[in-house]
């Protein structure tokens, strides 16, 4: 079968590779389509710290079942995995914050990912409920998105997001976009996602409608600020990866606000400064927020069936998996907003 595999550094390969066999208590999944995400972007380019060799890439997926060993789960079925499969016996996932599980085994990385024909789930990963059927209202090409979502679910519940509080976002990416359209679902008011790229900008207001999107151009803090009658955001959230988002998100929270740091910076420049008494006299609160857990997965799944949200405005860009580098250039150069493989 053929596969998107990472052999080293700006070394990936469209290729044949043994198609995986059944596992006991598992199933195969045959891929129909599988997100790239800057992540995957970025392990092309450095590698990743997970995995040491060659590996099958491929971490937001969806496609029907092609082998089981499990009744529950008969050939056909339409399905998207959570990717991380926790151990489901140490501190954080007793305590149900499985995205800390130091043993945890992630598709794509310390296994076998989704950008091949098929893929393995084996049966740790049915225990842990890794596994979540596709409903009928969700398009299957869609389902890849649930990936993406679920960590902004768990990144929208740290930041507490509630009814009329404002939220801002920083980077309107697929990202940007989600936690948008998230924190609009749970009621907060104004909600407004802004970024400097005008393609990316356009591309949202697609997605969103025009009175949830700004450019940001001459003048567009001042037309953020008047949004909050100069109060200042409640929720900021930076979700992209430049350093800048930083000071501009301490410029525009507003007292008592919360800063999302949902994206991570460069790990060779991962440090910024910040006014400590700036902080301390406005008591702004800092949150982390990293991945999520099969029950996020879940709920991101339901999330999906329910919304109204135009999700092939939101799939901007197919390419089958023999384009695969050609798919990867796409995402890295910014071009539409999620780009998909296509495997079946």
């Known amino acids: 079968m053929l596969a998107a595999v990472f052999h080293g550094p700006d070394d990936l390969r469209v290729e044949q590779v043994p198609r995986p066999s059944l596992p006991k208590g598992g199933l195969v999944m045959q891929t129909r389509t599988v997100g790239i995400c800057g992540s995957d972007v970025r392990t092309w380019h450095s590698g990743n710290h997970r995995f040491s060799g060659s590996q099958i890439l491929g971490h937001e997926m969806g496609g029907i079942v092609a082998e089981s060993d499990l009744e529950a789960y008969l050939v056909g079925t339409p399905i998207t995995v959570c990717p991380c499969v926790p151990c489901l016996e140490c501190a954080s996932c007793l305590s149900g914050h499985q995205n800390f599980c130091r043993s945890r085994k992630c598709f794509g990385y310390q296994r076998p990912g989704g950008m091949a024909e098929a893929m393995a789930v084996p049966e740790d990963a049915m225990r842990a409920s890794c596994v979540v059927r596709v409903p009928d209202s969700i398009p299957l090409d869609y389902a890849p998105l649930a990936e993406t979502l679920h960590s902004i679910l768990n990144g929208q519940d740290r ?5 009329m509080e404002s939220v801002l976002v920083l980077g309107l990416g697929p990202v940007g976009i989600l936690h948008v359209a998230v924190a609009s679902s749970r009621g907060a008011r104004p909600v407004l996602g802004v970024d400097p790229l005008e393609q990316r900008v356009e591309a949202a207001c697609q997605v969103l ?5 700004l450019h940001m151009g001459e003048g567009w803090e001042k037309r953020a600020r008047e949004l909050t009658e100069g109060h200042g955001w409640d929720v900021v959230v930076i979700a992209n990866v430049a350093r800048a988002s930083v000071a501009t998100a301490f410029s525009l929270v507003a007292p008592m606000g ?3 740091a949902y994206a991570g910076l460069r790990a ?17 609160e800092i949150i982390g927020s990293f991945g999520g857990t099969p029950v996020y997965f879940q709920a991101a799944v339901n999330w999906l069936a329910t919304s109204n949200l135009p999700l092939d405005r939101l799939v901007t860009s197919e390419f089958p998996i023999e384009r695969t580098l050609e798919a990867f250039k796409a995402v890295e150069n910014g071009v539409g907003i999620k780009t998909v493989l296509r495997l079946s």
């Open 209 to 213: 409608g025009r009175e949830r999107v």
């Open 268 to 284: 060779d420049a991962p440090r910024v400064d910040v006014d400590w008494n700036d902080v301390h006299y406005r008591q702004i």
């Open 258 to 260: 919360r800063i999302v």
């Open 159 to 163: 930041a507490r997001t509630s009814l």
